[in-house]
């Protein structure tokens, strides 16, 4: 009892830490979202304290300075997310890059795994080491020359020409730095075309061929762009596309500032648990970050139903019936200790008392109603109904047996 008092000790710190420093050196959009939930947060608790403590014009002049700290806090993580900004863009060009440049893979009879290289694998390798040489620093004036000595387009060669001409009159590598970007822009551009490297054409996100370009193009009516249908978030219930992603972001950002990475890790274990129990599991893998803070918000009420606890952090949806696919109708929210104890019951009914199993059922009932709304879902809500009818109306006829003492 102890030893485990202790790793939950440690897990709690850990996780404290770690929010700690995402929030210190925030890198992904998860992390600006923790940031601008907590300023939202803050924001809120101070508003609450004005409007209890002070009132006409001192309740004002508050609400004024409140608002110049919101906009202090927020110029902040701009400054953040820019520093951010760029470091993601070296790593995905990093990544893109040498993707491109990897061998075709595949695995043999006996097990191993066999690669080879073709002719255009090798071109985007050589294209990966001129782009390359091309952002490296601290080179001499000879290498750095050297390493410019091959044809690329014309726009390029200029550019190239103009730094060989600064170098041989020893201008400060501090001067060089917004032509050596360009050039290296320009050239990461060329990389990118497939005339001049075959392989980039399975990695582009724009199809090359016209016909294809018109599917599954959707219009945005926040930034009124036509954009691929991947550009769109969708939630299960969704009627309309919608906002696209990024607008969604900048909506969230500026009003709702929600923090959806509690529910995404909740999400993850759930799919990963699913998997284990049945790689063609699907239900699980339909829904989104949203679908699922309904089910545990508003379902579930953000806590376990046998502990009342309420850190999300400390919960898990785990099935209801273990011999069952999980689905909303099929599921109970649980602190991670009692889901392992509940994922080790072969009956429910027998685990439990009547009338928490009936306030299951409930909250089940509620869920049906919910995603029954949702045509994917329909073909797995009339299975589950088909295969739990019998065992239902036992359960609601079953008498509640009362004993008397003398």
């Given at each position: 009892?102890?030893?485990e008092e202790i790793r939950k000790r440690k897990e709690k710190e850990d996780r404290i830490k770690t929010e700690f420093e995402r929030r210190m050196n925030p890198q992904t959009k998860e992390d600006f979202d923790l940031l601008y939930h907590a300023l939202e947060k803050w924001r809120q608790e101070e508003i609450d304290h004005f409007n209890s403590t002070l009132?006409?014009?001192?309740?004002?002049?508050?609400?004024?300075?409140?608002?110049?700290?919101?906009?202090?806090?927020?110029?902040?993580?701009?400054?953040?997310?820019?520093?951010?900004?760029?470091?993601?863009?070296?790593?995905?060009?990093?990544?893109?890059?040498?993707?491109?440049?990897?061998?075709?893979?595949?695995?043999?009879?006996?097990?191993?795994?066999?690669?080879?290289?073709?002719?255009?694998?090798?071109?985007?390798?050589?294209?990966?080491?001129?782009?390359?040489?091309?952002?490296?620093?601290?080179?001499?004036?000879?290498?750095?020359?050297?390493?410019?000595?091959?044809?690329?387009?014309?726009?390029?060669?200029?550019l190239i020409d103009r730094e060989a001409d600064l170098l041989m009159r020893g201008i400060k590598e501090s001067n060089l730095e917004g032509l050596r970007k360009r050039i290296s822009t320009l050239f990461l551009q060329y990389i990118k075309t497939p005339t001049f490297n075959p392989e980039v054409t399975r990695l582009l996100k724009v199809p090359q061929d016209?016909?294809?370009?018109?599917?599954?193009?959707?219009?945005?009516?926040?930034?009124?762009?036509?954009?691929?249908?991947?550009?769109?978030?969708?939630?299960?219930?969704?009627?309309?596309?919608?906002?696209?992603?990024?607008?969604?972001?900048?909506?969230?950002?500026?009003?709702?500032?929600?923090?959806?990475?509690?529910?995404?890790?909740?999400?993850?274990?759930?799919?990963?648990?699913?998997?284990?129990?049945?790689?063609?599991?699907?239900?699980?893998?339909?829904?989104?970050?949203?679908?699922?803070?309904?089910?545990?918000?508003?379902?579930?009420?953000?806590?376990?139903?046998?502990?009342?606890?309420?850190?999300?952090?400390?919960?898990?949806?785990?099935?209801?019936?273990?011999?069952?696919?999980?689905?909303?109708?099929?599921?109970?929210?649980?602190?991670?200790?009692?889901?392992?104890?509940?994922?080790?019951?072969?009956?429910?009914?027998?685990?439990?008392?009547?009338?928490?199993?009936?306030?299951?059922?409930?909250?089940?009932?509620?869920?049906?109603?919910?995603?029954?709304?949702?045509?994917?879902?329909?073909?797995?809500?009339?299975?589950?109904?088909?295969?739990?009818?019998?065992?239902?109306?036992?359960?609601?006829?079953?008498?509640?047996?009362?004993?008397?003492?003398?």
């Amino acid at each position: 009892m102890k030893q485990e008092e202790i790793r939950k000790r440690k897990e709690k710190e850990d996780r404290i830490k770690t929010e700690f420093e995402r929030r210190m050196n925030p890198q992904t959009k998860e992390d600006f979202d923790l940031l601008y939930h907590a300023l939202e947060k803050w924001r809120q608790e101070e508003i609450d304290h004005f409007n209890s403590t002070l009132t006409g014009p001192e309740r004002k002049a508050a609400l004024c300075a409140l608002l110049e700290q919101e906009t202090q806090l927020i110029a902040s993580i701009g400054r953040h997310r820019l520093v951010a900004g760029e470091e993601n863009l070296k790593k995905s060009v990093a990544a893109f890059l040498e993707k491109c440049a990897e061998p075709k893979k595949w695995k043999a009879f006996d097990g191993k795994i066999t690669e080879m290289d073709t002719q255009y694998t090798i071109r985007a390798r050589e294209l990966r080491d001129i782009y390359a040489s091309i952002n490296m620093k601290y080179l001499s004036q000879d290498e750095r020359l050297d390493e410019h000595d091959c044809k690329l387009t014309q726009d390029i060669v200029e550019l190239i020409d103009r730094e060989a001409d600064l170098l041989m009159r020893g201008i400060k590598e501090s001067n060089l730095e917004g032509l050596r970007k360009r050039i290296s822009t320009l050239f990461l551009q060329y990389i990118k075309t497939p005339t001049f490297n075959p392989e980039v054409t399975r990695l582009l996100k724009v199809p090359q061929d016209p016909a294809q370009l018109r599917k599954n193009i959707y219009f945005c009516p926040g930034c009124r762009s036509y954009l691929p249908s991947t550009d769109f978030s969708l939630t299960l219930n969704s009627r309309s596309v919608g906002r696209c992603r990024k607008c969604s972001k900048l909506d969230n950002e500026a009003r709702r500032r929600e923090d959806l990475s509690k529910y995404k890790n909740i999400l993850k274990h759930l799919r990963k648990s699913e998997a284990e129990y049945n790689e063609d599991a699907k239900i699980a893998f339909l829904l989104q970050e949203k679908d699922l803070q309904y089910l545990v918000d508003v379902i579930w009420g953000a806590q376990s139903p046998l502990s009342a606890w309420d850190d999300l952090h400390d919960l898990v949806i785990v099935r209801w019936d273990r011999f069952s696919e999980w689905s909303p109708w099929n599921c109970i929210l649980l602190t991670k200790e009692e889901a392992a104890a509940h994922v080790k019951l072969d009956n429910t009914e027998q685990g439990y008392g009547i009338v928490f199993i009936r306030k299951i059922k409930h909250k089940h009932t509620l869920a049906k109603k919910y995603f029954a709304q949702v045509p994917a879902m329909a073909q797995f809500l009339h299975t589950y109904n088909s295969q739990s009818a019998s065992q239902d109306d036992l359960l609601i006829t079953k008498p509640i047996s009362t004993e008397t003492q003398s």
